[in-house]
C-alpha cells in the first residue's frame, strides 16, 4: 500500500470516530427529557398532509388533462397481403389510408434486394393507375407475372381438383405457364399445394 492511502485511510478512519461520538453524545442528551414539544408530530387523521388530500390532487398537483379527439380514421394494416405486378415489378399491399382511401405499396424485394420502392394505387382501381413514388433499386423480373399467375392458378387448381394428384394438378397448370414451372419446381411448392388444398381460407 502506498504512503498517501495509509495516511488519507487514516485520516478517513479519524473523522469516522469522532462524527460517530458526537451524534450519539447529542442523541444522548435528548433521550428521556420531558420537555419536548411533541404538539407538531401528533396531528390527526382530519388534517390534511403536505402533497396529499381526499379529492385525489395535492398541493401542485391541480393539473387538469384534457384529451382532443380527433375524426382521422387509423391507418389500415393490411393482414393477407396482396400482390400486384407492374411491369416486372412486384409490389405488396402495405396500408391502406387516406379519403379517398389509397393502396400504399412497397417493393416484394425490399428483404432480398433492399428495394424501398414505393407506389400507391387508389382502392379498386385499376393497374393503369398505379403510381411509382419512389424508385426501384434493381431491374423489373421479366417473368414475374408469369411466376405470379402460375401460382394463382396452381392455387385455385388444387381446390378445383379434389380428386387429382398434387403431381397432376402441377403437371397441368405448368403446361399452361411453362416460364414459371422452370423457376417453380415442384418439390418446392409441393408442401403449399398441400397446405393449400387442406385449407381454403389460405
Given at each position: 500500500?502506498?504512503?498517501?492511502?495509509?495516511?488519507?485511510?487514516?485520516?478517513?478512519?479519524?473523522?469516522?470516530?469522532?462524527?460517530?461520538?458526537?451524534?450519539l453524545?447529542?442523541?444522548?442528551?435528548?433521550?428521556?427529557?420531558?420537555?419536548?414539544?411533541?404538539?407538531?408530530?401528533?396531528?390527526?387523521?382530519?388534517?390534511?398532509?403536505?402533497?396529499?388530500?381526499?379529492?385525489?390532487?395535492?398541493d401542485?398537483?391541480?393539473?387538469?388533462?384534457?384529451?382532443?379527439?380527433?375524426?382521422k380514421?387509423?391507418?389500415?394494416r393490411m393482414?393477407?397481403?396482396?400482390r400486384?405486378?407492374?411491369d416486372?415489378?412486384?409490389?405488396?399491399?402495405n396500408?391502406?389510408?387516406?379519403?379517398?382511401?389509397?393502396?400504399y405499396?412497397?417493393?416484394a424485394?425490399?428483404?432480398r434486394?433492399?428495394?424501398?420502392?414505393?407506389?400507391?394505387?387508389?382502392?379498386?382501381?385499376?393497374l393503369?393507375?398505379?403510381?411509382?413514388?419512389k424508385p426501384?433499386?434493381?431491374p423489373?423480373?421479366?417473368?414475374?407475372?408469369?411466376?405470379?399467375?402460375?401460382?394463382?392458378?396452381?392455387?385455385?387448381?388444387v381446390?378445383s381438383?379434389?380428386?387429382?394428384?398434387?403431381?397432376?394438378?402441377y403437371e397441368?397448370?405448368?403446361?399452361?405457364?411453362?416460364?414459371?414451372?422452370?423457376?417453380?419446381?415442384f418439390k418446392?411448392?409441393?408442401?403449399?399445394?398441400?397446405?393449400?388444398?387442406?385449407?381454403?381460407?389460405?
Amino acid at each position: 500500500m502506498e504512503p498517501y492511502e495509509q495516511s488519507n485511510i487514516e485520516s478517513v478512519e479519524n473523522q469516522e470516530e469522532t462524527y460517530g461520538s458526537e451524534t450519539l453524545d447529542d442523541t444522548a442528551q435528548g433521550v428521556g427529557d420531558d420537555t419536548e414539544d411533541f404538539s407538531l408530530m401528533e396531528t390527526g387523521d382530519d388534517e390534511p398532509h403536505p402533497g396529499t388530500s381526499g379529492d385525489g390532487t395535492g398541493d401542485g398537483q391541480d393539473v387538469k388533462f384534457s384529451i382532443e379527439t380527433s375524426e382521422k380514421k387509423p391507418k389500415k394494416r393490411m393482414n393477407a397481403r396482396m400482390r400486384f405486378v407492374v411491369d416486372g415489378f412486384v409490389y405488396h399491399n402495405n396500408v391502406i389510408a387516406g379519403t379517398p382511401p389509397l393502396r400504399y405499396l412497397g417493393c416484394a424485394e425490399f428483404k432480398r434486394a433492399g428495394c424501398r420502392a414505393r407506389a400507391s394505387i387508389p382502392v379498386g382501381g385499376t393497374l393503369d393507375q398505379l403510381k411509382v413514388t419512389k424508385p426501384h433499386n434493381h431491374p423489373p423480373d421479366i417473368n414475374a407475372e408469369e411466376r405470379y399467375e402460375f401460382v394463382k392458378e396452381l392455387k385455385s387448381a388444387v381446390r378445383s381438383m379434389q380428386n387429382a394428384t398434387l403431381k397432376k394438378v402441377y403437371e397441368t397448370i405448368a403446361e399452361i405457364y411453362p416460364s414459371g414451372a422452370e423457376e417453380i419446381p415442384f418439390k418446392s411448392i409441393s408442401s403449399s399445394l398441400h397446405r393449400w388444398r387442406c385449407n381454403p381460407h389460405l
